[in-house]
């Protein structure tokens, strides 16, 4: 490992020592721990939200959608959204990601709807033989340039969280937004 090396020269002078290590065993040794916690460590793995895609065979037409059935979410800047009820743009009214403000909208439209067109039942995937209740709600979400994703993928756990069935992610339109920076 280490070595000592005398030189000795023909002058008068005492002799000198230099020491050389050998460092082999020190790389070795790197190597072996680099492998080590590599092997060790547990990689984090990506959180996925599953998409659920609708039937494209054996799905009858249903009815039509009516107006009163459907909301509008707008995602803005700053968090911010914009929503109005019915298909046509509306009355327009703002709120936030809180769970006093677009919970709130969404669960107070569902009610109505539920109250005015009622709940359908369906088959529960999850619990093979159980019917589950579902809303008649639709909800639109449209994305202005200015949303960041994050309102995106919070407007989605909204829908999870609220038990809404039926939304669909739209492009914005260039009327909604001049609607919007007219406001």
């Given at each position: ?14 002799a000198?020592m ?5 460092f ?17 460590t547990s ?10 895609m609708?039937e ?6 249903g ?11 707008l995602?803005?800047?700053n968090?911010?959204?914009y ?5 046509a ?5 703002s709120?936030?990601?809180s ?5 709130r ?6 009610s109505?709807v ?7 039942t ?6 093979p ?5 579902i ?5 639109i979400?449209?994305?202005m ?6 309102n995106?993928?919070d ?12 939304y ?9 937004q ?6």
């Open positions: 490992m280490a070595a000592i090396e005398q030189t000795t020269s023909s002058a008068a002078r005492p000198r230099s020491a050389k290590v050998d082999t065993a020190m790389v070795d040794l790197g190597f072996l721990l680099i492998t080590f916690f590599m092997l060790t990689l984090s793995k990506p959180n996925i939200m599953a998409v659920v609708p494209t065979e054996g799905v009858e037409r009815e039509d959608l009516k107006s009163g059935q459907a909301i509008t979410l995602l803005g800047a968090d911010k959204i929503f109005y009820e019915g298909l743009t509306g009355q327009l009214d709120t936030d990601f769970s006093k403000g677009l919970r909208v969404l669960l107070d439209k569902k109505r539920n109250a005015e067109y009622g709940e359908e369906k088959d529960d995937l999850k619990n033989g159980q019917k589950k209740a809303s008649k709600l639709y909800v979400i449209k994305s340039p200015s949303a960041r994703y994050k995106i993928v407007a989605f756990d909204e829908m999870k969280i609220c038990g809404i069935a039926r669909v992610l739209l492009d914005i339109s260039e009327e909604e001049e609607y919007i920076a007219k406001r």
